[in-house]
Every structure is written in C-alpha cells, then in structure tokens.
C-alpha cells in the first residue's frame, strides 16, 4: 500500500511560485514513479511531468515544459512541485500519484494524493 499526501496548495497571487510537496509512504515505494497531475475548472487532468526515486531526471509534459520543476528528497520521501512566475490559468487542483511504469497517462497511476487546491488571484 502507497499513501500520498499532497501539502503547500492556497491562494497564490499572479506573478509569486507554487512550491507543492507529495509525501510518499509505503514499504515499495522506492520502485514508483511519482507523477503530477492537475484539474483546472472545467478541464480534463493533465499530466504534468514525472520522477522516480532513482534517477534524478523528471519528465515533463510538452505543454508544460520550461515552466515547471520537479525534485526529490529520497531521504523525507517527498517529491515537489515548482513553478515561478504563476499566472491565474495555474489555477487547478493539483495531485501526486504513483506509478508502477512511466506514464503520462492517469490510468497508469495506482494510487493518488487527495489533491490541493491551488488558486492565483490576479
């Protein structure tokens, strides 16, 4: 069994940095990868990019490349989110998930964090 827990989501305002964090727990979950998604209103999710616990190469998403940063703390095992310069269309929910595979699609994902709401007020 995996548990997340996704923390640092609130209101932001236009121009500052999101700075999420996913705390994973679980005997294997060295052998996941961790994803991010997002859910803006009225949207599909989306896939934002991807890392695992060993390589220190994340993946990301095309549409969301050079805007986004993704690293990992083996040691707290927690994985984060980073993004400057937030705009309102940032606005989403935002959810950490783990995969078996590499993936950028949701169905890969097992299991998921409860999501934190992310507003950026203009």
């Known amino acids: 069994q995996v548990q997340l827990i996704e923390s640092g989501g609130g209101l932001v305002q236009a121009g500052g940095d999101l700075r999420l964090s996913c705390a994973a727990s679980?005997?294997?979950?060295?052998?996941?990868?961790m994803g991010w998604f997002r859910q803006a209103p009225g949207k599909e999710r989306e896939f934002v990019g991807s890392?695992?616990?060993?390589?220190?190469?994340?993946y990301y998403s095309d549409s969301v490349k050079g805007r986004f940063t993704i690293s990992r703390d083996n040691a707290k095992n927690t994985v984060h989110l980073l993004k400057n310069n937030v705009k309102p269309e940032d606005t989403a929910v935002y959810y950490c998930?783990?995969?078996?595979?590499?993936?950028?699609?949701?169905?890969?994902?097992?299991?998921w964090g409860q999501g934190t709401q992310v507003t950026v007020s203009s």
């Open positions: 998930a783990a995969s078996r595979i590499w993936s950028a699609s949701e169905r890969a994902y097992e299991y």
């Open positions: 679980g005997r294997t979950i060295n052998n996941y990868w």
């Open positions: 890392i695992n616990w060993s390589s220190n190469t994340p």
